[in-house]
């Protein structure tokens, strides 16, 4: 199954700053939206209120043409919205396996059920082999993996994945763009939250800049690339 994710003018403040200002956007099924910007621009504000972690003080999230603005992230989950995170949230002491189970458990399908899904997760990510290894014995860009794949077993309509190539050598992140893609080959929506410029002007459908909590550039790859207030905002004269 697949849904259209939309963002709609969401403003969020904490303290008296302004984090997000007005910031719309659209993930449609089987396509990747790229959110990038500098440090602090908002990116993980918004990926918070879009997946129910935060509420925010304006505007609207929906997902599949509902208003979920005020639900909690379990429901959320529930509809169709899952998440990665930017830094590793395993569980030590489990097996890969276990680990990835866990993604399922709130669906309250059968044991079995939820093993061959996990199972069929990690072979998406190319992982299967490493199924019954404690978390605590991988090397860094196997366990990187392990998300996503807990993610996939609750299949999701739509993925935010944040920062999923963080800390990959360059042959692990180009892997791990090609397995997005045919995730979204087969109708998976995909929010990423992304550095790495290459991998997301290579992946990415369209994206979105955010500078200060507002949209800088929102469009085609190529012509996000070519934009001045871009360049001098975040990619810089070496990355243009």
Known sequence: MTATL??????????????????????RPGSVCALIGPNGAGKSTLANVVSGMTLPDRGAVRLGGD????????KRAARGLGRTFQNLELFAGLTVLENVV??????????????????AALERFGIASL???????????????????????????????????????PDSAEQLAERIAALCRDG????LIEHNVPLVMDLADRVV???????????PPGEVRADQRVIDAYLGAGDA
């Open 209 to 219: 800049v955010l500078e200060s909590g507002a949209v800088l550039a929102d469009g």
């Open 131 to 169: 199924a019954d290894r404690r978390v605590e014995s991988l090397a860094f860009g196997e366990a990187k993996l392990v998300e996503p794949a807990r993610m996939l077993v609750g299949e999701p309509k739509v993925a935010i994945l944040d920062e999923p190539a963080a800390g990959l050598p």
């Open 6 to 27: 939309a963002v709609e003018q969401v403003d969020k403040a904490y303290g008296g700053v302004q984090v997000l200002r007005g910031v719309s956007l659209e993930v």
């Open 188 to 191: 998976l929506g995909v929010l």
């Open 102 to 119: 866990v993604g399922g458990y709130a669906l309250g399908l059968p044991v079995s059920e939820l093993r061959a899904r996990g199972l």
């Open 67 to 74: 208003d979920i603005t005020a639900l909690p992230a379990w």
